[in-house]
């Protein structure tokens, strides 16, 4: 009886920084990823060539088990990033692709999350229709949640000094 090899969970990380972060690639391993590759030093015109490479050499099959994260330090940067990475995907050589540029996306949403959760729980209202006020808004995590807090209808001001 023959044995079918299961194919291995691969991470490609992307990032334009010297190095890749020691806490994502920390991440992807306790995430499960048996091989994870950092890509360093990446250009915004290298990134539809990567992700091509990492999808069209797995085959169909492969593509569940092979993912590509964005990093850096840069949020405009990595937005544009994972858009070139979403556009050189043919169906259906898809994978999993996200970005989180120094944490700021995971930061940021779950600040949005927990402000929904206390508006709901507390006030019995949506985040849809307020004011908010982000404080220190001009960095990276601040940024992000100016754009999360709008996308779900809120009027959003950013402040910083």
Not at 50 to 78: H, W, Y
Not at 124 to 138: M, P, Y
Request: aromatic letters at 6%; hydrophobic letters at 45%; proline letters at 5%.
């Amino acid at each position: 009886m023959s044995e079918t090899i299961e194919r291995p969970y691969i991470l490609h990380m992307f990032t334009a920084t010297p190095q890749m972060s020691p806490f994502d690639v920390n991440m992807a391993a306790d995430a499960g990823y048996q091989v994870i590759v950092p890509y360093c030093g990446v250009e915004a015109g290298m990134v539809a060539n990567l992700t091509q490479d990492a999808i069209f050499s797995r085959g169909p099959k492969g593509v569940s088990r092979t993912g590509i994260f964005i990093g850096g330090r840069d949020v405009m940067q990595a937005a544009d990033m994972l858009d070139t990475a979403r556009r050189a995907m043919v169906p259906p050589f898809e994978v999993s692709v996200f970005a989180d540029p120094s944490g700021s996306y995971t930061t940021a949403a779950a600040l949005v999350a927990l402000v929904e959760r206390h508006l709901g729980k507390q006030h019995g209202v949506e985040l849809g229709g307020k004011r908010v006020l982000i404080l220190g808004g001009t960095g990276a995590v601040g940024r992000i949640a100016a754009a999360i807090a709008a996308s779900r209808g809120a009027d959003v001001t950013i402040a910083s000094h």
